[in-house]
């Protein structure tokens, strides 16, 4: 996956953790939050691997 790929699926991904997260808290639902925070971390994780294939030229 290209750079602005990996970027656009880390942002939606963190979008939808804290909505899930925050569904969770709101039907005190602790398996949902802790989803939710699972999906953040991932969707962090790709805007990252984004930015290194930025930094690199998509050569990675």
């Given at each position: 996956m290209g750079e602005f790929t990996d970027k656009a699926k880390g942002i939606a991904n963190e979008a939808i953790g804290k909505t899930k997260a925050a569904a969770g808290r709101a039907?005190?639902?602790?398996?949902?939050?802790?989803?939710?925070?699972?999906?953040?971390g991932k969707g962090k994780a790709q805007k990252a691997s984004g930015a290194i294939k930025g930094a690199l030229g998509d050569k990675i």
């Open positions: 039907s005190d639902n602790p398996k949902l939050v802790a989803k939710g925070i699972v999906q953040q």
